[in-house]
């Protein structure tokens, strides 16, 4: 049984008269003739793909797990934080290393507009060479 989830996304359309359009489906849906016809009739001069909006997920958390050997009064981590990105179309995900809040900060500032059109792959980057 096969389970991972099909990607989703938009393709959005455009014809010579300035009509735009999107159409939402699995990635691997094929394209039908009607997709390619703007609601006056007219065909699709430009088509662009982009993965589905919502299929990423940016989350922030305390990176306190583990406790310190030296202060049992507390945890390591108790003032960092992790990002973790998750893929919720494919399951994938990744958790940036333990960072301040000073660090971590211009993270998510570049990481905000990435979410609507860049990859897993793209996002990861950025936790991974910063
Ligand atoms: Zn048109």
């Not at 014809?15 to 999107?22: L, R």
């Not at 939402?24 to 007219?42: F, I, K, Q």
Request: proline share 5%; glycine share 4%.
């Amino acid at each position: 049984m096969n389970q991972m989830h099909s990607l989703n996304e938009f393709r959005a359309y455009q014809c010579d008269y300035g009509h735009s359009w999107e159409k939402y489906c699995p990635s691997d849906a094929s394209e039908l003739e009607m997709d390619t016809r703007c609601p006056e009739g007219h065909d699709a001069v430009t088509c662009s793909k982009a993965i589905a909006i919502g299929s990423l997920e940016i989350l922030l958390h305390q990176a306190a797990r583990i406790p310190d050997r030296f202060r049992p009064d507390r945890t390591f981590g108790d003032d960092k934080y992790c990002i973790t990105i998750v893929d919720i179309n494919t399951g994938l995900r990744h958790t940036s290393s333990a960072l301040s809040a000073n660090a971590i900060l211009p993270l998510i500032t570049r990481l905000i507009p990435m979410i609507r059109s860049c990859s897993f792959d793209e996002l990861r980057k950025v936790l991974v060479e910063p």
